[in-house]
């Protein structure tokens, strides 16, 4: 079957640095988005990576290791705006995303 | 990156009566629109992929009758719940895919704002 497995919720303090972990099985592999998403709102994408390696963008950079069906997400310089939910989705072979639950940041002065 | 519109962003309407969502891209040509639905605290559930002038794929436990998706233009698709009932009540979200011209692949899938709906 197909799975994705993120940590629920995570804290982090202002200004600090944070990593999200996500693992993923799935039927075929064409990527891996990350997506922003706040209380209310609709999800915003934040990356794509769809070959092994580091990612950066700015404050936000992402990770993939298609051999581990692993990726992470990392912020930098945490602001109070980041706090949102994190959600992981690889695309499968019929290019369709498979989502998770996401993983809660709470950010603390 | 690219905009999709969804409108209205939140609607109210009594029991037994339809409501109707529009997704639009504005600035793309989506051949494919999706369209979810997410409770509180809960992931992203794919309801359906619509396909410009052809009949839209539904999720198994989705049902066609009561969830009606039509996507006549490559950058409109519609979500209408018919009959909708105090259970409907949920937070709507399309969203559309831009193809890569070189490539044919799927790329970065774009969302509307999303549609909270409330059945009353």
């Known amino acids: 079957g197909q799975n994705i497995d993120q940590p629920t919720e995570m804290t982090a303090t202002e200004g600090a640095i944070v990593q999200i972990n996500c693992t993923y099985q799935t039927s075929g592999f064409n990527g891996l988005f990350w997506y922003q998403q706040h209380a209310g709102e609709a999800p915003t994408f934040l990356s794509y990576?769809?070959l092994d390696g580091l990612e950066e963008k700015g404050r936000f950079s992402s990770f993939l290791s298609r051999s581990k069906g692993y990726s992470y997400l990392l912020l930098k310089e945490l602001q109070m705006k980041d706090s949102a939910s994190y959600l992981c989705a690889p695309m499968d072979s019929n290019y369709q995303l498979i989502w998770g639950a996401g993983t809660k940041l709470i950010i603390k002065p | 990156g690219a905009v999709v519109s969804q409108h209205p962003s939140r609607v109210i309407c009594k029991s037994g009566t339809s409501v109707k969502i529009e997704c639009r891209s504005l600035d793309f040509q989506a051949t494919t629109m999706f369209w979810y639905r997410q409770f509180p605290k809960k992931s992203l559930m794919l309801m359906a992929t619509s396909n410009e002038g052809s009949k839209a794929t539904y999720e198994q436990g989705v049902e066609k009758d009561k969830f009606l998706i039509n996507h006549a233009s490559l950058t409109l698709s519609t979500l209408t719940v018919t009959s909708a009932h105090p259970e409907d009540s949920s937070f709507y979200i399309c969203?559309?895919?831009?193809?890569?011209?070189?490539?044919?692949?799927?790329?970065?899938?774009?969302f509307g704002q999303g549609t909270r709906l409330t059945v009353v």
């Open positions: 990576n769809v």
């Open positions: 969203s559309a895919r831009d193809l890569v011209p070189q490539t044919g692949v799927n790329t970065e899938a774009f």
